[in-house]
Antibody, heavy 120, light 106 residues
Framework: QVQLQQSGPGLVKPSQTLSLTCAIS??????????WNWIRQSPSRGLEWLGRTYYRSKWYNDYAVSVKSRITVNPDTSKNQFYLHLKSVTPEDTAIYYCARDQMRHFDNWGQGTLVTVSS | IVMTQSPATLSVSPGERATLSCRAS??????LAWYQQKPGQAPRLLIY???TRATGIPARFSGSGSGTEFTLTISSLQSEDFAVYFCQQYNNWPLTFGGGTKVEIK
């Protein structure tokens, strides 16, 4: 059974970098059939897919245009987890952030969610 | 691709049928998923491929449609089904979600 466990700070100051971790159990971040995603949810934006990393003989990334200049999603094979880094945050980045697995671009396993507030 | 769900809120009595709609602004074939979200929880995958139930999803949940028009039907609402439901297209990048339909107790 796949489980995703999120960790990271719930408060980030404007202009700083939001960093979250998603630890995977029951699957591998290096799986050749899965991809590892970050999605956020806010009242103003709804559910918004942000980006993903996946391994198909080499590592790939896909990012949403809305955050492409600010986002990095990268794997950690030694710890079987992956990360979200979103730089230069503003209050508009306040949201619940989820990590999620996809096998065919729909999300079959989700982390528990992390409320991140951007405020000084 | 913009996903539009209707209605925004659906009031249904337990045991009744609920019919939720999702419309895509462009053709998405059958690359459509449905999710259920309860307060304080992450979304849960119900349906993918427009009509295939995910593992462990009860048969009272069914999905239909293709192209741009999709429907999620809950045949006989149970107490645990009162929640918010989202559709998501995965035919084109970026992956996009609808705004949700809240199913509430009438």
């Amino acid at each position: 059974q796949v489980q995703l466990q999120q960790s990271g700070p719930g408060l980030v100051k404007p202009s700083q970098t939001l960093s979250l971790t998603c630890a995977i159990s029951g699957d591998s971040v290096s799986s050749n059939s899965a991809a590892w995603n970050w999605i956020r949810q806010s009242p103003s934006r709804g559910l918004e897919w942000l980006g993903r990393t996946y391994y198909r003989s080499k590592w790939y990334n896909d990012y949403a245009v809305s955050v492409k200049s600010r986002i990095t999603v990268n794997p950690d094979t030694s710890k079987n987890q992956f990360y979200l880094h979103l730089k230069s945050v503003t209050p508009e980045d306040t949201a619940i952030y989820y990590c999620a697995r996809d096998q065919m671009r729909h999300f079959d396993n989700w982390g528990q969610g992390t409320l991140v507030t951007v405020s000084s | 691709i913009v996903m539009t769900q209707s209605p925004a809120t659906l009031s249904v009595s337990p045991g009744e049928r609920a019919t939720l709609s999702c419309r895509a602004s462009q053709f998405v074939s059958s690359n459509l998923a449905w999710y259920q979200q309860k307060p304080g929880q992450a979304p849960r995958l119900l349906i993918y491929g427009a009509s295939t139930r995910a593992t462990g999803i009860p048969a009272r949940f069914s999905g239909s449609g293709s192209g741009t028009e999709f429907t999620l039907t809950i045949s006989s609402l149970q107490s645990e089904d009162f929640a918010v439901y989202f559709c998501q297209q995965y035919n084109n990048w970026p992956l996009t979600f609808g705004g949700g339909t809240k199913v509430e107790i009438k």
